[in-house]
């Protein structure tokens, strides 16, 4: 089923999950025990992350992604980058994803590597979304940036953009992470006024190594506010009370963008099936249908 057809069904928020293909092979055998948590906890769809630059049908992302839709019955969103890759390669992709049922795809332009050289056959998510609209009957999904995408002139701009993007055939939006709620909704207010009338999921993840959360952030410009600093500050070296101290600021956040009605959250898990599952009790009563 299309996720944006997932959308229209339910009255509840929709409740997904990411994960990304581990680097190390040992770690790539414990996914299933990764996905056996996460499927019981029944979300409405799991994402894949897609690691640019390598060859593009040869990636454990498909692998997983097959797994989630075919072995666990639940949607599966595959993530795909463009800025590296040629149109026959992503026709080559689009073809080995219908080959094992995909039906969903999150078209993203991918980051500047600078070892890597761009196809310079898509410049922008916004083509690889025309280009599959074109080419395929996924639902597609695109990426968008509550506090404006690190390469932008401004807000203003970024948000035309994302406008670009859902016009070219995007009917389902998922946010960077962002740890302040009130940015979210000035964000999909901003959205709405713009035109843009998807359903956005409101990306967030739990807070759980410091060290890894500001390598995040430092990367996607989140701002981080003081009440979450505070607890960075104090537990850092404190892996145990950091676990229960972030975990417990994103499911306040989680409860919060509840009772504000917010459409669908999707949590970056970071394959932690523990997270995951803490959440999922922690709000199971407010995500009833
Ligand atoms: P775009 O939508 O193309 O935007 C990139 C920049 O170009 C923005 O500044 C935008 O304002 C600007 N722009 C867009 N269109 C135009 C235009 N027509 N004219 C001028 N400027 C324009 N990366 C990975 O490598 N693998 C992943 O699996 C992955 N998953 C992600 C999942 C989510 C939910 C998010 C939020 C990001 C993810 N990323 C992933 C990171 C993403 O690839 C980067 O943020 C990348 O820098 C931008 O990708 P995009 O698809 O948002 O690009």
């Known amino acids: 089923m299309k996720i944006s ?64 839709k075919n072995k666990y019955s639940i949607e599966a969103l595959v993530h795909l980058t463009c800025l590296t890759y040629s149109k026959s390669e992503i026709l080559t ?39 599959v609209k074109e080419h395929s009957d996924f639902g597609i999904s695109g990426a968008c940036y509550p506090e404006c995408h690190p390469e932008s002139k401004d807000r203003i701009n ?26 979210f909704y000035d964000f999909v207010e901003r959205t709405r006024l713009a035109g843009i009338n998807v359903p956005i999921d409101a990306g967030v993840m739990p807070v759980i190594n410091k060290a890894q959360i500001e390598r995040m952030v430092s990367l996607c ?29 994103c499911i306040n956040q989680i409860i919060d963008l509840i009772a504000a009605g917010v459409e669908g959250i999707h949590i970056y898990t970071m394959n932690n099936p523990v997270v995951a599952q803490r959440i999922c009790d922690s709000v199971k009563n407010l995500i009833k249908p």
Not at 14 to 43: G, M, W, Y
């Open 5 to 68: 057809e997932i959308f229209e069904k339910k009255t509840h928020p929709i409740i997904s999950f990411e994960i990304f293909p581990p680097k190390r092979d040992e770690a790539l055998k414990n996914i299933d025990a990764t996905l056996d948590v996460l499927s019981a906890l029944h979300p409405d769809f799991i994402s894949v992350t897609f690691g640019a630059g390598g060859s593009v049908t040869n990636s454990a992302t498909v692998d997983i992604a097959s797994k989630i």
């Open 93 to 131: 992709m689009i073809k080995n994803l219908q080959d094992h049922g995909i039906e969903n795809v999150l078209a993203l332009r991918g980051d500047r590597n600078p070892n890597i050289e761009p196809k310079k056959e898509f410049q922008y998510a916004s083509d690889l979304v025309a280009f």
């Open 158 to 183: 970024d948000i035309f953009n994302l406008k670009t993007k859902v016009d070219a055939g995007a009917t389902h939006l998922i946010t960077q992470l962002f740890f302040d709620n009130e940015i």
């Open 221 to 249: 410009g989140a701002t981080i506010p003081q009440k979450l600093q505070r607890l960075l500050d104090k537990y850092a070296d404190n892996k145990e009370a950091l676990f229960d101290a972030g975990l417990t600021y």
